[in-house]
């Protein structure tokens, strides 16, 4: 059972450069999110997808845009990279909304550097 | 701004010994709280989750929770090396949209020594 996974794991891209990460989840979740994680600032929410169909802004959407392309996958891009977007980035899936019993389980990780 | 703070520590304590982890957190209506433990260079893994007030075991970690001084904890009982890790407490804020939304704090840095 993979879980959630994301690709690519290291990327390292120059300003100005556009990618996009992967991500899917076989754990037939509703809910998938993605989070960026700084040192010194912790977790935070770029952006989420309640359900298929559906995206919202998270707590530091500029300068992303998401897909949700369907109840597996759950996409992020950088249109224009900069180096204040060098960090780590996780996805993650949850059922349906948290508490109650359900939480976020993350992906493994990607770690993007923008020179 | 919601928050939720913990001291960044590192919290260091001798093999077999109790580690307590502190959070407290602003929005006096949240409702769910959780820890995760994260080790150098991997992602959150999820220990506990706690919602009503008092104390929650699962083998040797217990969470504490007390919703009138806007405090959780975690407790873990007989400290191995192996538990030397970041732990994260979050918070899911008061309903009103924020279903979906965990905020984290910055996290705790435990070393247990040998």
């Known amino acids: 059972n993979a879980g959630v996974t994301q690709t690519p794991k290291f990327q390292v891209l120059k300003t100005g450069q556009s990618m996009t990460l992967q991500c899917a989840q076989d754990m037939n979740h509703n809910s998938m999110y993605w989070y960026r994680q700084d040192p010194g600032m912790g977790l935070r929410l770029i952006y989420y997808?309640?359900?298929?169909?559906?995206?919202d802004k998270g707590e530091v959407p500029n300068g992303y845009n998401v897909s949700r392309l369907n109840k597996r996958e759950f996409s992020l891009r950088l249109e224009s990279a900069a180096p204040s977007q060098t960090s780590v980035y996780f996805c993650a899936s949850s059922e349906t909304e948290l508490g109650s019993g359900n939480t976020i389980y993350f992906g493994e990780g990607s770690w993007l550097t923008v020179v | 701004q919601k928050e939720v703070e913990q001291n960044s520590g590192p919290l260091s304590v001798p093999e077999g010994a109790i580690a307590s982890l502190n959070c407290t957190y602003s929005?006096?209506?949240?409702?769910?709280f959780f820890w995760y433990r994260q080790y150098s260079g991997k992602s959150p893994e999820l220990i506990m989750f706690?919602?009503?007030?008092g104390d929650k075991e699962d083998g040797r970690f217990t969470a504490q929770l007390n919703k009138a001084s806007q405090y959780v904890s975690l407790l873990i009982r007989d400290s191995q090396p192996s538990d030397s890790a970041t732990y994260l407490c979050a918070v899911r804020p008061n309903s009103g949209g924020s279903n979906y939304k965990l905020t984290f704090g910055k996290g705790t840095l435990l070393t247990v020594n040998p």
């Open positions: 997808s309640a359900s298929e169909g559906t995206t």
């Open positions: 929005d006096r209506g949240s409702q769910s």
């Open positions: 706690i919602y009503s007030n």
